[in-house]
């Protein structure tokens, strides 16, 4: 049986991992890596994660040992003996990330991001890991568009710092020496397919849709529409959480069985476009014909207009120039519209409550 040691286990991607290498019976022991906080311990953290991902704790489930950790020091923090080696293969899988992205944050961030990542691969490797598993982003590749390979990429420009700090620790573990190490980039990951609820996640699609939420209150009494400049035609790669999942484990399983690639798309196919995306998340929030997207660039924007500007900031690089992810593993996922607005109605159910 296989071991396992992953980090951000208290995070979105890394509890829903965890939960379904718990529930496997070819899992051997497996290590969650956590920081502790002065309101709870890393124990209390992985497990409140877990229950949040939809973890329910069975008999014959997998042993889990919680060890607190932190990536800005050295190995993470972890002496070597707290992951005793079992006889059988050992796959370290590193998830963990800050998600800031402000450009005046860039220094916490690289320090999070790039330089755990480097104390991660230390870890692993005083670990005699098999394989080293760096969870990434689809999104590596910066200001880039059309048709993207599952190569590193070396973009002119990127579009936060975010995206700058994994591209940078996509380059240090495809340059690391005496690991085996396997890159896995993610598009936007949104619920779970099966009941569509967030499970955790307060990102991407859901980020998107709560700060047209938050803009609600500005818009009372404006007399008009307010512009948003974005390429209504571009659509955008969502995956749901447990086909990403199932993605992770398949790739994983076959690399260790017979190496074939270092770096994977783990992304999905829309048929909705960010024109049909928004103009639906306006209807279901009760803000239609409130808020214009245009295909131009904007002049002479009034006051709540550059408010909106500044709350989409984020979100405005991937509105527009379309991104195409290249993907090599089977099978292809595929969201379409009228399955993209039962996450949307999940959450704005759940909101609502």
Known sequence: MTDHVLTGT?????????SDLLSDDTTGSVYALARGTAERSAAERVHAALAVAGHRSADGQRPLTVVESELTEP?????????????????????????Q??????????????????HALELAKSLGADLFVYVSTAYTCGTLHGDLPEALHRPPAFN???????????????????LRT???????????????RPSGSYTGLYG???????????????????????????????IPVDHLVEDFRAIVGAEMAAPRRSVYHVSGRTESTVGELTDYMLKILGMDGQILLVDETLEDLSPLELSLAKRLEFFSGYLRAEKRFIRSQEPERSTPFHELTRFIDAEVTLASG
């Open 10 to 18: 208290t995070g979105f991607v890394g509890s829903h991992l965890l």
């Open 75 to 99: 190995l993470c923090g972890v002496a070597a003996t707290a992951v005793p080696r079992g006889d059988g293969p050992l796959v370290f899988w590193h998830i963990a990330a800050s998600l």
């Open 101 to 118: 992205w402000q450009q005046e944050k860039r220094a916490s961030v690289f320090e999070t991001n790039v330089e755990g990542t480097r």
């Open 160 to 178: 936060n710092a975010y995206e700058e700090s994994k591209c940078a620790a996509e380059h240090l573990v495809a340059g690391s020496e005496g």
């Open 182 to 196: 396997l890159i896995l980039r993610p598009s936007v990951v949104m619920g779970t397919s099966h009941d569509h």
């Open 208 to 238: 998107y849709l709560t700060t047209l939420r938050r803009f609600q209150s500005e818009l009372d009494g404006c007399g008009g529409p307010v512009r948003f400049a974005a390429d209504r035609d571009t659509t955008i790669s969502f």
